[in-house]
């Protein structure tokens, strides 16, 4: 088991920034692909960024591309969803997830965090 928590989310105004941060306790943290998807009311869950284990794989949805970067310290077992240049789009609650192999479907991830909501004022 991969027990995953969120932190680093709140309000902030459209071209602003946000630090999101996922901490990971339980099973090896490193052979996991983590990733960060977002749901917004009334929308499909989407996956906004991923990285491999070793870092050298990254994917970004193309509505963050440029302003979102997804990084990860295996010492800290904790990846971390930066983001700047904010818009009210991307208001959203963001989910923390843990796969065994690089994929962009939510199914493909086993472990999912409680959420924290981000919200972009206009």
């Known amino acids: 088991q991969v027990q995953l928590v969120e932190s680093g989310g709140g309000l902030v105004q459209a071209g602003g920034s946000l630090r999101l941060s996922c901490a990971a306790s339980?099973?090896?943290?490193?052979?996991?692909?983590m990733a960060w998807f977002r749901q917004a009311p009334g929308k499909e869950r989407e996956i906004v960024a991923r990285?491999?284990?070793?870092?050298?794989?990254?994917g970004y949805a193309e509505s963050v591309k440029g302003r979102f970067t997804i990084s990860r310290d295996n010492i800290k077992n904790t990846v971390y969803l930066q983001m700047n240049n904010l818009k009210p789009e991307d208001t959203a609650v963001y989910y923390c997830?843990?796969?065994?192999?690089?994929?962009?479907?939510?199914?493909?991830?086993?472990?999912w965090g409680q959420g924290t909501q981000v919200t972009v004022s206009s």
């Open positions: 339980g099973r090896t943290f490193t052979p996991y692909t």
């Open positions: 997830a843990a796969a065994h192999g690089p994929s962009n479907f939510g199914s493909e991830y086993s472990y």
């Open positions: 990285i491999t284990w070793g870092g050298t794989s990254l």
